[in-house]
């Protein structure tokens, strides 16, 4: 039963932990997008090509 337990607590503590970080990642991917969107245009046309790398 003590096990049983302590590995809910385990799992429950993961879920928050990860939850936590996951947010600060998306916020941090959202400003970098807007950031992107807003900043003048370069002149520079990128792409990605199907490997994910810019061209």
């Known amino acids: 039963m003590i096990s049983l337990l302590l590995?809910?607590?385990g799992a429950v503590a993961?879920?928050?932990?990860?939850w936590c970080f996951g947010?600060?990642?998306a916020a941090?991917?959202?400003?970098?997008t807007i950031d992107?969107?807003?900043a003048?245009?370069?002149g520079i046309e990128r792409r990605q090509d199907?490997?994910?790398a810019s061209v």
Not at 14 to 18: A, H, L, N, P, S
Not at 28 to 32: I, L, S
């Open 7 to 9: 590995m809910l607590v």
């Open 14 to 18: 993961t879920f928050v932990i990860g």
């Open 23 to 25: 947010f600060r990642d």
């Open 28 to 32: 941090k991917q959202d400003r970098q």
């Open 36 to 38: 992107a969107l807003t």
């Open 40 to 42: 003048p245009w370069d």
């Open 50 to 52: 199907t490997d994910g």
